[in-house]
């Protein structure tokens, strides 16, 4: 059974960056697909970034394009997501997840899911 584990959230001002990790184990990942959702208060999940199982397909979110960049350490088991320009609306639980095949921008249809960092930006 496959685990994710985000770390590197926390608060930062409006206009700085974070850089999130999520570290999967159980089992290595090299050939799935795996995603960025985000979660804000009395909101529901909504998809950020998700990268394909060789790193060389990716895809965002209108909302955080040109701002957050996806990538994968394959050799580590673990997917990044580095998010610049940060802004107030960016503030959410930032949850990563694994799919078997094709990447996808629907929540339901992945498979294990991390149990979140905090993201926090203050204005």
């Known amino acids: 059974q496959v685990q994710l584990v985000e770390s590197g959230g926390g608060l930062v001002q409006a206009g700085g960056s974070l850089r999130l990790s999520c570290v999967a184990s159980g089992r290595t990942v090299g050939s799935c697909a795996m995603g960025w959702f985000r979660q804000a208060p009395g909101k529901q999940r909504e998809f950020a970034a998700w990268?394909?199982?060789?790193?060389?397909?990716?895809a965002y979110a209108d909302s955080v394009k040109g701002r957050f960049t996806i990538s994968r350490d394959n050799a580590k088991n673990t997917v990044y997501l580095q998010m610049n320009s940060l802004k107030p609306e960016d503030t959410a639980v930032y949850y990563c997840?694994?799919?078997?095949?094709?990447?996808?921008?629907?929540?339901?249809?992945?498979?294990?899911w991390g149990q979140g960092t905090q993201v926090t930006v203050s204005s």
């Open positions: 990268i394909s199982w060789s790193g060389f397909r990716t």
């Open positions: 997840a694994i799919r078997e095949g094709n990447p996808s921008t629907i929540p339901h249809e992945y498979d294990t």
